[in-house]
């Protein structure tokens, strides 16, 4: 059998101020999976404990990103997140306070004949 990618899924997500790179990340992971409805998996009969799920977030500060409480955000499958450079910083005019801006892609994998 091999890996097949299922679903691919996108969000956003931002934390308009307090410039928190999780609480964005999160909310981008939340919007992407607000998006997608896995019926097939019961439709097929997969075991979702052997789903896989690839989280890729993009934020310009990358290192700022709690992967594990991303990891931990989603309700099934094995999940790995990586944390990349991306996503958009806005800060404000007088300099104190930056929105930032993530992006969440969520690729859904099955191990398929």
């Known amino acids: 059998m091999a890996l097949k990618r299922i679903i691919l899924e996108m969000g956003a997500g931002n934390d308009l101020h307090g410039g928190d790179y999780t609480k964005a990340a999160l909310r981008a992971v939340?919007?992407?999976?607000?998006?997608?409805?896995?019926?097939?998996?019961?439709?097929?009969?997969?075991?979702?404990?052997?789903?896989?799920?690839?989280?890729?977030?993009?934020?310009?500060?990358?290192g700022l990103v709690d992967a594990e409480r991303v990891r931990t955000s989603l309700p099934y499958g094995v999940v790995t997140v990586t944390v990349t450079k991306g996503g958009l910083d806005v800060p404000d005019d007088d300099g104190r306070d930056t929105a930032v801006i993530a992006s969440a892609a969520i690729v859904v994998s099955f191990d398929l004949p």
């Open 30 to 62: 939340q919007d992407a999976l607000h998006h997608s409805s896995l019926s097939f998996i019961r439709a097929l009969n997969l075991d979702i404990k052997q789903m896989q799920v690839a989280v890729t977030i993009g934020v310009q500060q990358p």
